[in-house]
């Protein structure tokens, strides 16, 4: 609990309650409840969770009440083509629910 875990490319990294996670490209960051987790790939978090991803093809997925972020980016320079956060309210973003961006508009991922 309230652990902080970094992992580099391809790698995972898990936080437990109210800990904080990071991975690298490809990788993949997870965090229990109140958790923060950021990555490359893809992210994770409990209720009440922060979540943000950034790159290509990136995905995230909380708890109840997770603010959840997505960045595009360019795939020729690494800018940001776009972005959007939201929050897990149960209605229109589910919880433990994988989301993605697919031309700049949040959807729900087709492999959960």
Do not use: M, P
């Amino acid at each position: 609990e309230r652990g902080a875990a970094t992992a580099g490319y391809c790698g995972a990294a898990t936080a437990g309650n109210g800990g904080a996670a990071t991975a690298g490209e490809r990788g993949a960051a997870t965090a229990g409840e109140r958790g923060a987790a950021t990555s490359r790939g893809s992210s994770i978090v409990g209720e009440q969770g922060i979540a943000c991803a950034r790159g290509n093809g990136v995905k995230v997925k909380g708890g109840l009440g997770a603010v959840l972020v997505l960045v595009e980016e360019n795939r020729h320079d690494y800018n940001i083509a776009s972005w959007k956060s939201f929050v897990v309210d149960g209605d229109t973003y589910k919880a433990d629910t994988f989301y993605q961006l697919v031309c700049g508009e949040i959807t729900e991922a087709k492999d959960q």
